[in-house]
């Protein structure tokens, strides 16, 4: 990955986007996409599309911009922070972690407290609800806390990216400002192959709650197929359950979803483009849903045919997710590739 797309990829998981306060990873996206796009649009909610024009017809490459994270519920008599949830925050993760809440005026440091190992009951394993712990941004009563957050502030977990071993990368959020680096990459790649149909890159918002951005976007565009690009649970990590082993492994490429929301067509030309160019994929089973912004778009405008493709991560929804960035490169060129020569293919199912 060279080096102005991989800033980019960093750019946006340096840049916080909880649900429903996307805007900031928002404007770094579509300053990359205005590059190449012919048309970038946003919508009243954020959601943004970026178009190459051509003909018919016209097909989406989707990701979601934003990640879970923590909300600002009350401000307590000593200064401390009551938490809610945004998304699937996990209880089990969030003790003794830095975090940064956002206010209207910068962002302001803290730590969600944890009561040390000496003090604790030893017979007590069991964690906090959410709205039981706190965050601890060092002030002692409540008036001096409010003269720096308020009620409804989001907070996110403060964290880098890292550099693993093998070309893996571990941070907060790679669920999923990965799938919105992987549109706008598939963008990319297919403006430079001159497509016959119409290319569309989209950055949703507001999955983590309900897929509610994929809802807007496809009521609103209307694509003839949507492809929504998210991460899929890499099982090869230990201490992964054995009767919740899908065979998903970091490394051996994007995964493509097959049952249900998964339109066959879709699935058989995205394979077809894969194996064409030569290029690894891993095949999962979603038989009732896929989790994915997919599941919205594919009930939309009476049915659009739709498709999930998955980047293998590891630790999803915890602070240190991880993937293989062979697997997010090679996402991102079979999905341009597919747009492309989308034209190629038929979507409609032969009865």
């Known amino acids: 990955m060279d080096g102005t797309k991989?800033?980019?990829?960093?750019?946006?998981?340096?840049?916080?986007t909880p649900s429903g306060f996307e805007v900031p990873g928002q404007r770094?996206?579509?300053?990359?996409?205005?590059?190449?796009?012919?048309?970038?649009?946003?919508?009243?909610?954020g959601n943004a599309?970026?178009?190459?024009?051509?003909?018919?017809?016209?097909?989406?490459?989707?990701?979601?911009c934003d990640e879970i994270g923590f909300m600002v519920r009350d401000i307590n008599e000593d200064?401390?922070?009551?938490?809610?949830?945004?998304?699937?925050?996990?209880?089990?993760?969030?003790?003794?972690?830095h975090v940064v809440v956002h206010t209207d005026d910068g962002t302001v440091p803290g730590v969600i407290g944890q009561t040390a190992i000496h003090l604790r009951d030893r017979d007590e394993d069991s964690?906090?609800?959410?709205?039981?712990?706190?965050?601890?941004?060092?002030?002692?009563?409540?008036?001096?806390?409010?003269?720096?957050?308020?009620?409804?502030?989001?907070i996110t977990f403060d964290q880098t990216v890292s550099e693993l071993e093998d070309?893996?990368?571990?941070?907060?959020?790679?669920?999923?400002?990965?799938?919105?680096?992987?549109a706008a990459e598939a963008l990319r790649r297919a403006a430079e192959r001159d497509p016959e149909a119409t290319v569309c890159a989209v950055s949703t918002v507001q999955e983590e709650v309900g897929l509610k951005g994929a809802q807007m976007v496809g009521f609103d565009l209307a694509p003839d197929v949507a492809v929504a690009t998210d991460v899929t649970h890499a099982t090869d990590g230990p201490g992964v359950p054995g009767d919740r082993d899908t065979g998903i492994e970091l490394g051996e490429g994007p995964v493509v979803a097959r049952g249900s929301t998964n339109h066959p067509n879709v699935v058989e030309a995205?394979?077809?483009?894969?194996?064409?160019?030569?290029?690894?994929?891993?095949?999962?089973?979603?038989?009732?849903?896929?989790?994915?912004?997919?599941?919205?778009?594919?009930?939309?405008?009476?049915g659009i045919p739709s498709l999930n493709v998955g980047v293998p991560n590891r630790y999803m929804h915890t602070p240190v997710e991880m993937l293989d960035l062979e697997d997010l490169d090679?996402?991102?060129?079979?999905l341009g590739r597919f747009a492309a020569r989308a034209d190629e293919f038929a979507y409609a199912v032969d009865i």
């Open 6 to 16: 991989r800033a980019f990829l960093d750019s946006l998981l340096q840049t916080s």
């Open 28 to 45: 770094e996206w579509v300053e990359y996409v205005s590059e190449f796009a012919d048309e970038v649009r946003t919508d009243e909610y």
């Open 49 to 64: 599309v970026a178009v190459v024009e051509g003909g018919d017809p016209t097909v989406a490459i989707t990701g979601h």
């Open 79 to 97: 200064g401390s922070i009551s938490l809610t949830r945004i998304g699937g925050s996990d209880k089990t993760v969030s003790p003794g972690q």
């Open 127 to 154: 964690y906090s609800k959410i709205r039981e712990q706190h965050v601890d941004i060092g002030v002692d009563e409540s008036e001096a806390a409010e003269e720096l957050v308020e009620v409804g502030d989001p």
């Open 167 to 182: 070309g893996r990368i571990t941070a907060r959020g790679l669920d999923n400002r990965i799938g919105v680096w992987a």
């Open 270 to 302: 995205v394979r077809t483009v894969a194996d064409d160019a030569g290029l690894a994929y891993q095949l999962q089973a979603a038989g009732s849903r896929t989790g994915t912004d997919a599941d919205a778009f594919y009930v939309s405008q009476g």
């Open 330 to 334: 090679e996402a991102a060129e079979l």
